[in-house]
């Protein structure tokens, strides 16, 4: 069998075999990347969200008196900015565990198919092995009916 049918796997597989699937918590940096994933998954929870409302909610008589303008203005700049950004947060966090349940299976996905195409790089080298062999017989048959 000549070179040029010989398999040789790329050497991407090998890095995928020895890294792995990268996920979102694989994205920490040392202690300020460590630190700042405490303090966002302390403030994105639906607890922290209902604890800013709560806070926020200790101003609103005030604004109330105040008038029009502080009640928009409690509103806008209280009471959205406090307790959306935990909630958004939070929807972050879902999305966050969804991308990587996605990753992860692409990442199998991709590792099956490199598997079959591997499996299927094997058929084909012993397929052309048994047509060459095949020829050869036919070719030594033809020769020997002929003298």
């Known amino acids: 069998m000549s070179d040029a049918h010989s398999h040789t796997p790329h050497p991407r597989i090998a890095e995928r075999l020895k890294a792995g699937v990268h996920l979102t918590k694989h994205e920490h940096a040392g ?7 405490v303090i966002t998954n302390g403030v994105s929870t639906m607890w922290c969200a209902y604890v800013f409302a709560a806070i926020a909610l200790i101003s ?3 604004a109330l ?12 700049q209280t009471f959205l900015q406090l307790v959306l950004l935990s909630v ?16 992860l299976q692409t990442y199998k996905d991709a590792e099956a198919l490199l598997k079959i195409q591997d499996e299927l790089h094997k058929l084909l080298k012993i397929n052309n092995e048994l047509t ?6 036919t070719v030594d048959n033809n020769g020997q009916q002929s003298t």
């Open 31 to 37: 202690f300020n990347g460590w630190l700042a994933v």
């Open 60 to 62: 609103l008589p005030a």
């Open 65 to 76: 008196q105040a008038g029009t303008a502080a009640i928009v203005s409690w509103v806008a």
């Open 88 to 103: 958004i947060m939070v929807g972050q966090k879902v999305a966050a565990r969804a991308s990587d349940k996605q990753a």
């Open 132 to 137: 060459q062999e095949i020829h050869r017989s």
